[in-house]
């Protein structure tokens, strides 16, 4: 057992140098022999089983039943198209389910956690599953531990092992200890495993075991029990599809009824009931929504945002309020410090981003650090203090490993000389203290004989590291802090944060010797003032713009940061940020307002400033009391609350911790406020594409079941047969339903309001289209069979083919006017959708083979048609798409007369122009 080992033989066992980790060769070795660090999940089902489930639905039995009353009573024909056709429709919804599997799968393998390793001495980021046994890994508060671990180095550091042991509290680990071979899973604190939680410190160890090989692994070979549930979209589409299928089943048995007593053949009523239940029921929705859903995210992955809880794509087309971060997400994180303050003096640093490159000014002209002990003590402090580092590039470039602010002080240090390296040599980091929000600072501890053998340095927010000091450092002496001095470093600390920039305060304490406990109360008092450091991070460019789109769209925008007022103000004028009558409100004035007064003020408040996690729950809380459907992001382990209680939780992708990341519905791969807007617009467009075929979908089956109805009641012969019906399902409701759900999106989709939240698939407007379409389809087929049977009178089958073909092709040139609600064909292009043209083509295709390929007219009962026929079907197949376009001519001129509080042309013309509110 790993435990039982010293740090120094589990090394040399998994052949791991302490210092450089893995050569990557080797780690490649590993993983292509031992296989991904990943828990096999249970396998799905197989091809044949997914076949077998086709022809367990409950319309699909009776079809078959209906193919096999065929065959006892000599109708092979019929028996052989039915038997065809179920055999088909079963291998495309295999087809659909399996692409579906595939597109999900993808999405979760892209949704794979990442872990911090160190190969050939460099420290990297690798996915997860890419762990192999011996990998050096770093683990850091908020992290996820990626595999199980030998630790060898521990730093304060405590993990929550809940899931695995159940003990509540986190454990402390130490490195150091070497355990008994017996010991339980809870008593072994010189290990960390698999999906337990990094709550303080740091640490780092060495991979023992990855996958199954792991103890959740173990776990997972016992229980294999997890399924996947749909989402509220696909439950109530689930739902709609259940209540059709009855519905459809209903009017159906009506119509063989009434055909039975008109004294109608039984077998020919039976099977047009049958195959009109088929055709009516769209039983490929929930297939082609997770088809839709899943190419979605992928569209949402490409524009830098992965979805990790499906329900969040629905929220989204919701969503009217974005509560960002600043730091990151606002602006680009590419910090960089500019200014730092002592000894009266604020010196001006050259140079931009990460290269140690540039000098220091004061008062115009270029000085030499080393007149200055109090500014070569700041930035020693300040680059000590830090756990990020410089490591060269390529192409003679650098890259900074951590924390963009960090990284800022360790390059404003290399720039007066002072690497990280020589100062962590000379000067040893002992212990440490890490940053938290709440204290909003960071202490280090380190070996140094001019303070007396040791000294503590605290980097932090200015005005709390100014509360912990007496002295201050200036003329390279500690004096004491004098209230005029401090409103002095006050004064300036404001003005700097008022230019934009981000301000640290650095501050020290002498040790006489380490102490026994190491506790923030113990430590960080009796302070030493040194300085300010004013760092820059610009906003990012794209952002502005972005901020615009979502007004545009109904959705405020807040910034939510724990830097100053007077940064935040500057960095929100400069993006357009604040409204006319905008608040901004600080985390000190939000403690004194109760939860309803700061409801009240929510819609106001455009900026939060100096707020700290716990701030954002009441955030979140106060504008959902508002009516609002809120995004909030964060990146930190006390942002969770906040994101778990939002509509939608966006972690950060870059900076966000495991627990973030895990918390979140939504994860920014670059961090940035842009792509929460895309992510609004692709959701958006999800949603609206599963409208869209599904008012396509019923508006067709609707007015198939109104022809067979009207024919029957009024004693018609059928207009179509059951075999003619069947096709038609199989043509028109497969790939131009699925061609919708790939739309681009219309122009104005951002242009809308934020869709209600309580509101259905089908809405009123909807409804109103649906009678439309049933009207005019009814209209038009029933007109191309009567007028057959009037040219025709002794040739039933002419008639039923220019009833066959009217409908069919007007329902493929409807999939085209169905590709927006409002918008007019020729606003959105007849050839945008290049996917529309082939579903298109291919189905005119079958249809006009059926029609005039001889052995297939036999089959489908169809008979060629001429010039004639077509001359007077033509006019006939367009009038549903008309009718369509006119309804949206309709909603428009409402929509007008609605924005001007007027009376517009056109108004109650149509259903769908009246019926405009929602279910």
């Given at each position: 057992?790993?435990?039982?080992?010293?740090?120094?033989?589990?090394?040399?066992?998994?052949?791991?140098?302490?210092?450089?980790?893995?050569?990557?060769?080797?780690?490649?070795?590993?993983?292509?022999?031992?296989?991904?660090?990943?828990?096999?999940?249970?396998?799905?089902?197989?091809?044949?089983?997914?076949?077998?489930?086709?022809?367990?639905?409950?319309?699909?039995?009776?079809?078959?039943?209906?193919?096999?009353?065929?065959?006892?009573?000599?109708?092979?024909?019929?028996?052989?198209?039915?038997?065809?056709?179920?055999?088909?429709?079963?291998?495309?919804?295999?087809?659909?389910?399996?692409?579906?599997?595939?597109?999900?799968?993808?999405?979760?393998?892209?949704?794979?956690?990442?872990?911090?390793?160190?190969?050939?001495?460099?420290?990297?980021?690798?996915?997860?599953?890419?762990?192999?046994?011996?990998?050096?890994?770093?683990?850091?508060?908020?992290?996820?531990?990626?595999?199980?671990?030998?630790?060898?180095?521990?730093?304060?550091?405590?993990?929550?092992?809940?899931?695995?042991?159940?003990?509540?509290?986190?454990?402390?680990?130490?490195?150091?200890?070497?355990?008994?071979?017996?010991?339980?899973?809870?008593?072994?604190?010189?290990?960390?495993?698999?999906?337990?939680?990094?709550?303080?410190?740091?640490?780092?160890?060495?991979?023992?075991?990855?996958?199954?090989?792991?103890?959740?692994?173990?776990?997972?070979?016992?229980?294999?029990?997890?399924?996947?549930?749909?989402?509220?979209?696909?439950?109530?589409?689930?739902?709609?599809?259940?209540?059709?299928?009855?519905?459809?089943?209903?009017?159906?048995?009506?119509?063989?009824?009434?055909?039975?007593?008109?004294?109608?053949?039984?077998?020919?009523?039976?099977?047009?009931?049958?195959?009109?239940?088929?055709?009516?029921?769209?039983?490929?929705?929930?297939?082609?929504?997770?088809?839709?859903?899943?190419?979605?995210?992928?569209?949402?992955?490409?524009?830098?945002?992965?979805?990790?809880?499906?329900?969040?794509?629905?929220?989204?087309?919701?969503?009217?309020?974005?509560?960002?971060?600043?730091?990151?997400?606002?602006?680009?994180?590419?910090?960089?410090?500019?200014?730092?303050?002592?000894?009266?003096?604020?010196?001006?640093?050259?140079?931009?981003?990460?290269?140690?490159?540039?000098?220091?000014?004061?008062?115009?002209?270029?000085?030499?650090?080393?007149?200055?002990?109090?500014?070569?003590?700041?930035?020693?402090?300040?680059?000590?203090?830090?756990?990020?580092?410089?490591?060269?590039?390529?192409?003679?470039?650098?890259?900074?490993?951590?924390?963009?602010?960090?990284?800022?002080?360790?390059?404003?240090?290399?720039?007066?000389?002072?690497?990280?390296?020589?100062?962590?040599?000379?000067?040893?980091?002992?212990?440490?203290?890490?940053?938290?929000?709440?204290?909003?600072?960071?202490?280090?501890?380190?070996?140094?004989?001019?303070?007396?053998?040791?000294?503590?340095?605290?980097?932090?927010?200015?005005?709390?590291?100014?509360?912990?000091?007496?002295?201050?450092?200036?003329?390279?002496?500690?004096?004491?802090?004098?209230?005029?001095?401090?409103?002095?470093?006050?004064?300036?600390?404001?003005?700097?944060?008022?230019?934009?920039?981000?301000?640290?305060?650095?501050?020290?304490?002498?040790?006489?010797?380490?102490?026994?406990?190491?506790?923030?109360?113990?430590?960080?008092?009796?302070?030493?003032?040194?300085?300010?450091?004013?760092?820059?991070?610009?906003?990012?460019?794209?952002?502005?713009?972005?901020?615009?789109?979502?007004?545009?769209?109904?959705?405020?925008?807040?910034?939510?940061?724990?830097?100053?007022?007077?940064?935040?103000?500057?960095?929100?004028?400069?993006?357009?940020?604040?409204?006319?009558?905008?608040?901004?409100?600080t985390g000190a004035e939000l403690e004194r307002l109760s939860d309803a007064e700061l409801a009240a003020r929510a819609e106001q408040v455009d900026v939060y400033a100096r707020v700290s996690p716990a701030h954002k729950v009441r955030i979140v809380e106060a504008l959902k009391a508002r009516g609002h459907v809120v995004a909030m992001t964060g990146d930190g382990v006390n942002d969770a609350p906040a994101l778990k209680r939002a509509n939608i939780g966006v972690s950060m992708g870059i900076t966000g911790t495991d627990v973030s990341k895990e918390t979140a519905d939504m994860v920014l791969t670059d961090d940035n406020y842009a792509s929460i807007v895309s992510a609004v617009e692709e959701g958006r467009v999800i949603y609206s594409n599963i409208r869209k075929f599904v008012y396509y979908l019923l508006s067709c089956n609707m007015g198939e079941i109104m022809v067979v109805f009207l024919a029957t009641l009024f004693g018609w012969p059928m207009p179509l047969t059951a075999i003619q019906l069947l096709t038609l399902n199989l043509v028109t409701d497969g790939a131009p339903a699925l061609a919708l759900g790939l739309e681009k999106g219309e122009p104005d989709v951002m242009g809308r309001p934020?869709?209600?939240?309580?509101?259905?698939?089908?809405?009123?407007?909807?409804?109103?289209?649906?009678?439309?379409?049933?009207?005019?389809?009814?209209?038009?087929?029933?007109?191309?069979?009567?007028?057959?049977?009037?040219?025709?009178?002794?040739?039933?089958?002419?008639?039923?083919?220019?009833?066959?073909?009217?409908?069919?092709?007007?329902?493929?040139?409807?999939?085209?006017?169905?590709?927006?609600?409002?918008?007019?064909?020729?606003?959105?292009?007849?050839?945008?959708?290049?996917?529309?043209?082939?579903?298109?083509?291919?189905?005119?295709?079958?249809?006009?083979?059926?029609?005039?390929?001889?052995?297939?007219?036999?089959?489908?009962?169809?008979?060629?048609?001429?010039?004639?026929?077509?001359?007077?079907?033509?006019?006939?197949?367009?009038?549903?798409?008309?009718?369509?376009?006119?309804?949206?001519?309709?909603?428009?001129?409402?929509?007008?007369?609605?924005?001007?509080?007027?009376?517009?042309?056109?108004?109650?013309?149509?259903?769908?122009?009246?019926?405009?509110?929602?279910?």
């Amino acid at each position: 057992m790993w435990h039982s080992l010293s740090v120094e033989d589990v090394a040399k066992k998994l052949g791991t140098d302490l210092d450089h980790g893995l050569a990557a060769a080797e780690a490649a070795a590993r993983l292509s022999q031992l296989g991904p660090n990943e828990l096999i999940e249970r396998a799905g089902p197989s091809f044949w089983r997914l076949l077998l489930d086709q022809f367990r639905q409950f319309l699909v039995i009776i079809l078959i039943v209906a193919a096999l009353i065929s065959f006892v009573l000599g109708e092979w024909l019929d028996g052989s198209a039915i038997t065809a056709i179920v055999i088909l429709n079963a291998v495309i919804g295999v087809v659909q389910e399996n692409k579906a599997e595939q597109a999900l799968a993808a999405l979760k393998k892209m949704a794979a956690p990442e872990a911090k390793v160190i190969r050939d001495g460099r420290q990297v980021v690798i996915p997860g599953r890419e762990l192999v046994p011996g990998d050096l890994v770093v683990l850091e508060t908020g992290n996820y531990v990626p595999a199980d671990l030998r630790l060898v180095e521990s730093v304060n550091l405590r993990i929550d092992e809940a899931s695995l042991t159940g003990e509540s509290v986190p454990v402390q680990k130490q490195a150091a200890g070497v355990l008994p071979a017996d010991a339980s899973l809870g008593d072994r604190r010189n290990s960390a495993y698999t999906s337990t939680t990094i709550t303080y410190g740091r640490g780092q160890g060495i991979v023992t075991g990855t996958g199954m090989d792991t103890e959740i692994g173990h776990i997972a070979e016992m229980i294999q029990s997890y399924e996947e549930e749909p989402t509220p979209l696909q439950v109530k589409l689930d739902q709609l599809g259940r209540w059709l299928g009855w519905g459809s089943l209903a009017i159906c048995g009506l119509i063989f009824v009434a055909g039975w007593l008109q004294g109608r053949d039984v077998l020919e009523m039976f099977m047009v009931a049958v195959s009109l239940a088929i055709a009516a029921v769209p039983e490929g929705l929930p297939a082609v929504v997770t088809i839709c859903l899943a190419l979605g995210l992928q569209r949402m992955i490409r524009r830098h945002a992965l979805i990790r809880r499906l329900p969040a794509v629905e929220t989204l087309g919701s969503a009217t309020a974005i509560c960002s971060d600043k730091t990151g997400t606002l602006t680009k994180n590419e910090m960089t410090a500019v200014h730092i303050y002592v000894d009266h003096r604020l010196l001006i640093i050259t140079g931009e981003g990460y290269r140690p490159e540039g000098s220091f000014h004061y008062n115009g002209r270029s000085v030499d650090l080393s007149g200055y002990p109090g500014s070569r003590l700041l930035l020693r402090a300040a680059a000590l203090c830090s756990d990020a580092h410089l490591a060269p590039g390529g192409n003679s470039d650098w890259q900074l490993v951590g924390d963009p602010t960090e990284g800022a002080l360790v390059v404003a240090a290399a720039k007066a000389g002072l690497w990280q390296k020589d100062l962590a040599h000379t000067y040893p980091r002992l212990n440490e203290i890490p940053f938290d929000s709440l204290r909003k600072r960071m202490t280090t501890i380190h070996a140094d004989p001019r303070y007396g053998g040791y000294v503590a340095y605290v980097k932090g927010a200015p005005d709390l590291l100014l509360e912990l000091s007496h002295k201050v450092v200036e003329g390279g002496t500690e004096r004491p802090l004098t209230e005029e001095r401090r409103r002095e470093i006050l004064a300036t600390n404001g003005e700097m944060a008022s230019n934009a920039l981000r301000v640290l305060g650095v501050a020290y304490r002498p040790l006489a010797q380490l102490p026994d406990t190491l506790a923030a109360e113990e430590i960080e008092h009796n302070l030493t003032f040194v300085g300010l450091v004013g760092m820059i991070d610009p906003a990012r460019p794209e952002v502005r713009e972005a901020i615009a789109l979502a007004r545009l769209a109904g959705i405020k925008t807040i910034m939510v940061t724990g830097d100053y007022q007077n940064t935040a103000l500057a960095i929100a004028e400069e993006l357009d940020l604040l409204s006319d009558d905008s608040l901004v409100l600080t985390g000190a004035e939000l403690e004194r307002l109760s939860d309803a007064e700061l409801a009240a003020r929510a819609e106001q408040v455009d900026v939060y400033a100096r707020v700290s996690p716990a701030h954002k729950v009441r955030i979140v809380e106060a504008l959902k009391a508002r009516g609002h459907v809120v995004a909030m992001t964060g990146d930190g382990v006390n942002d969770a609350p906040a994101l778990k209680r939002a509509n939608i939780g966006v972690s950060m992708g870059i900076t966000g911790t495991d627990v973030s990341k895990e918390t979140a519905d939504m994860v920014l791969t670059d961090d940035n406020y842009a792509s929460i807007v895309s992510a609004v617009e692709e959701g958006r467009v999800i949603y609206s594409n599963i409208r869209k075929f599904v008012y396509y979908l019923l508006s067709c089956n609707m007015g198939e079941i109104m022809v067979v109805f009207l024919a029957t009641l009024f004693g018609w012969p059928m207009p179509l047969t059951a075999i003619q019906l069947l096709t038609l399902n199989l043509v028109t409701d497969g790939a131009p339903a699925l061609a919708l759900g790939l739309e681009k999106g219309e122009p104005d989709v951002m242009g809308r309001p934020p869709r209600p939240v309580g509101e259905p698939v089908i809405n009123r407007q909807m409804i109103g289209g649906i009678a439309v379409q049933t009207v005019a389809i009814a209209a038009a087929v029933l007109s191309a069979f009567l007028l057959g049977l009037s040219w025709y009178p002794g040739d039933v089958a002419r008639a039923r083919t220019m009833a066959f073909v009217t409908l069919s092709v007007s329902e493929l040139l409807r999939a085209y006017t169905a590709r927006s609600e409002r918008l007019g064909l020729h606003e959105i292009g007849l050839f945008s959708n290049r996917a529309m043209q082939w579903a298109v083509s291919s189905s005119l295709a079958i249809i006009l083979a059926v029609v005039y390929l001889p052995f297939l007219s036999l089959f489908f009962d169809t008979e060629p048609l001429g010039l004639r026929e077509w001359s007077a079907i033509l006019p006939l197949i367009l009038i549903p798409s008309l009718a369509a376009e006119i309804n949206k001519w309709v909603l428009r001129a409402q929509d007008r007369r609605r924005a001007t509080g007027g009376r517009g042309p056109g108004a109650g013309m149509f259903a769908g122009g009246v019926l405009d509110q929602t279910l």
